[in-house]
């Protein structure tokens, strides 16, 4: 029963996964037009029935009947375009206009990536309800919908955070993670493994990016099974074949030329542009973000993503490349072409084709839509790169990945066609002879598309080996694994060079999330005496004396103070340090006792003492606290380094710990404190620093 109880949010994951993939599918086709026969059906599965279907007239496809087809009978000329247009603004309305209702109104959590949260409760902060049933729902639905209004944003950061709410679920079932935050933790980083794998269908690159991006404390034990978390959720998302390819992911692509050393130059050079949009990228949407914080822009979240939709689909609509999904986009950009494509990126000239073995089309010259597909593909270059900014953030889920990849693909498929047809023209020049003579096969466009997507999404998340590892898993291609390892360093030096942050990191420290970055290195020479509370000229420190409190002392100081916990000592004469007690442990434990246990009142004595002296007849009943009181919290000297506490912090995900002398409790650090204090150090203002 365990093992089902274990598997059934795993599974719950894949679902969920499959659900959105098909529905966004759907309602992406639907902004266009209908299969009047079987409405439940896409595009792509409305026409595979229909014999007039060709590759050379892909299009043509009777059952499928745009807007205006429908309206008006009519699909060529001005009218029809201006209907189904107009159409297709109000479908991307309507769908966003729904998605930011239902966050606003029932989980506003629900909004964003996720992953900066998911990071910062890894860390050891508690977010009460962010990983909750109600977010769980209202994030489903309102995924399917924000990605199908066209906004240019993707699915994969908030697959991630359904998957770890669908771990916190699992945690409830079990007693074990129920009341243990750091096994908790554990799970929710093999959630997040299982977020990605259903995102990208990359159960290794999952792992991996739970380990390198998002989990803060990462055992042996987590690996394994991050491991199998994320191969349940594969295993369920193909079993769904929400694509109809038998693939897990949409823009599955397999290359069958190898590339040559000389092509790292234009590479490191696609490397070098992800690295520099990911920085602009950072710091415009960070700018951006906080200009919302700040004005009445912030006040009116419906209206803002109205406007950003209705922006993103008057300009997107005329753009075939705009038009589609950005998953599709992708998909068409990473393709090899074949005789058999009717795409304009592949509409070269066949003059004299004689194709390779298994089938390889050699280099040609390119045609009239080759070069109408560059200035479009520009175009929507110059488009997503500029409306991204402005839709990260906003009040519905949105995530970053296929946006970032999108912007890369179209780069590198610029690029990628450039030297292609460089090499064509020019193949005597010194860089391309001895491996690219006229009529071979050398350049790969999509090889470039699929480069430059990771080289952007390097720059703006920072990832490295994960990265890598998501695009092999994508491809199927081993041979390519130096191209990827030499764009996504590059992009991440390059990135780093004008900014540390990762795009989630700057949101983290934007939000005023108490996060310790694990990456950084504290030099200072200062000790924990000089961080502790209380400073001089301070109250003095509230604590909770063994055996000397009532209940209404205790209520007291629970009513009084905000404090999360409470030291535990002997004698305030003494301060010897006994343990330490959470305030949610306190307030359960009496208003239980009240109602449970006969002559529990105010006056009751309060014990956190194994032995119970013997009392009066006449005195109220005694409560005994000591299963709840932590007889072993963490204790460090005065005169303790602070380059080993925030060590110790980062390591332990610790929210506190006490500052002893000789057994004598001084004071008490927490991580704020200790975030305040690294802020000082780097001659910060302490107070510039929210918890929000």
């Given amino acids: 029963m365990h093992i089902f109880y274990a598997l059934s949010p795993l599974l719950f994951v894949g679902s969920l996964a499959g659900l959105i993939d098909i529905s966004s599918h759907w309602m992406t086709d639907l902004k266009e037009g209908i299969c009047v026969d079987e409405f439940w059906l896409t595009q792509e599965q409305c026409c595979w029935k229909s014999e007039n279907v060709t590759f050379e007239n892909p299009n043509d496809c009777p059952k499928w009947r745009s807007w205006s087809q429908l309206l008006l009978n009519q699909s060529e000329g001005a009218f029809p375009y201006i209907v189904n247009y107009i159409l297709y603004i109000l479908w991307a309305l309507f769908f966003s206009l729904l998605a930011v209702l239902l966050v606003r109104n029932f989980a506003p959590y629900a909004c964003g990536s996720g992953i900066p949260e998911i990071k910062t409760i890894l860390s050891g902060f508690i977010i009460r309800g962010y990983l909750g049933k109600w977010t769980l729902i209202i994030k489903t639905i309102t995924l399917g919908l924000a990605v199908s209004s066209g906004l240019s944003l993707g699915k ?4 991630i955070h359904v998957a770890c709410c669908c771990g916190n679920i699992l945690c409830h079932l079990f007693t074990k993670y129920r009341r243990n935050e750091a096994k908790r933790r554990e ?61 897990l992911v949409l823009f599955y692509v397999e290359f069958h030329t190898p590339w040559h050393l000389l092509e790292l130059i234009p590479f490191i050079l696609l490397g070098i542009f992800g690295g520099l949009w990911g920085a602009f990228f950072i710091r415009a949407n960070i700018a951006w973000c906080k200009r919302r914080k700040t004005t009445k822009l912030g006040r009116y979240p419906v209206l803002e993503v109205l406007a950003v939709t209705a922006i993103t689909a008057v300009l997107a609509f005329p753009n075939e490349y705009t038009r589609i999904s950005s998953s599709e986009l992708i998909s068409e950009l990473f393709n090899d072409c074949s005789l058999l494509d009717s795409s304009k990126l592949c ?56 946006p970032s990849m999108a912007v890369g693909a179209i780069m590198g498929r610029l690029m990628g066609i450039s030297v292609e047809q460089l090499a064509y023209y020019h193949h005597d020049w010194a860089i391309f002879k001895g491996w690219c003579s006229q009529g071979a096969d050398c350049i790969t466009p999509g090889l470039y598309a699929m480069v430059g997507a990771a080289a952007c999404l390097g720059g703006a998340t920072r990832m490295t080996v994960s990265l890598v590892v998501i695009m092999f898993e994508l491809t199927g291609g081993l041979e390519y694994i130096v191209p990827l390892m030499a764009a996504a360093m590059t992009s991440k030096w390059v990135a780093d060079a004008l900014g540390r942050e990762s795009i989630y990191d700057a949101h983290i420290h934007l939000n005023g999330y108490p996060f310790l970055e694990a990456k950084e290195e504290f030099s200072h020479k200062t000790l924990a005496m000089d961080v502790m509370r209380p400073r001089h000229n301070d109250p003095s420190l509230t604590v909770l004396t063994q055996d000397s409190m009532t209940v209404g002392d205790i209520e007291a100081a629970i009513n009084e103070t905000t404090y999360s916990g409470f030291p535990i000592v002997v004698s305030r004469e003494s ?28 006056a009751s004595r309060i014990y956190f003492s194994e032995y119970t002296p013997p009392q009066p007849p006449t005195s109220p009943a005694s409560l005994k606290l000591r299963t709840i009181m932590d007889l072993s919290p963490f204790t460090i000297t005065d005169q303790t380094p602070m380059e080993i506490v925030v060590d110790i912090f980062r390591k332990l995900g610790l929210r506190q710990c006490l500052v002893t002398h000789n057994g004598r409790l001084l004071g008490i650090i927490t991580k704020k404190d200790v975030l305040k204090h690294i802020a000082q150090m780097a001659n910060q203002d302490p107070d510039s620093i929210l918890f929000n």
């Fill in 156 to 159: 994969e950061g908030p697959l």
């Fill in 187 to 247: 799970v929710l980083s093999a959630a997040a493994a299982a977020g990605v794998s259903v995102a990208f269908g990359a159960p290794i690159g999952g792992v991996l990016f739970s380990l390198e991006e998002v989990s803060y404390y990462f055992p042996m034990k987590t690996l394994w099974r991050s491991f199998f978390a994320a191969l349940v959720a594969a295993f369920t998302l193909r079993s769904i074949n929400p694509f109809g390819n038998s693939r």
């Fill in 575 to 602: 301060q010897r340090l006994v343990g330490f007690v959470l305030r949610r442990d306190l307030i359960i434990s009496i208003e239980s006792a009240r109602k449970k246990q006969d002559g529990i009142v105010s």
């Fill in 347 to 402: 509409d070269y000239k066949n003059d004299d084709v004689n194709t390779t073995n298994g089938g390889i089309l050699p280099d040609r010259p390119a045609s009239k839509g080759v070069y109408t597909a560059l200035w479009q593909l520009s175009l929507a270059l110059i488009f997503k790169a500029v409306i991204t900014i402005f839709t990260f953030g906003m009040k519905v889920p949105s995530g970053l990945f296929i």
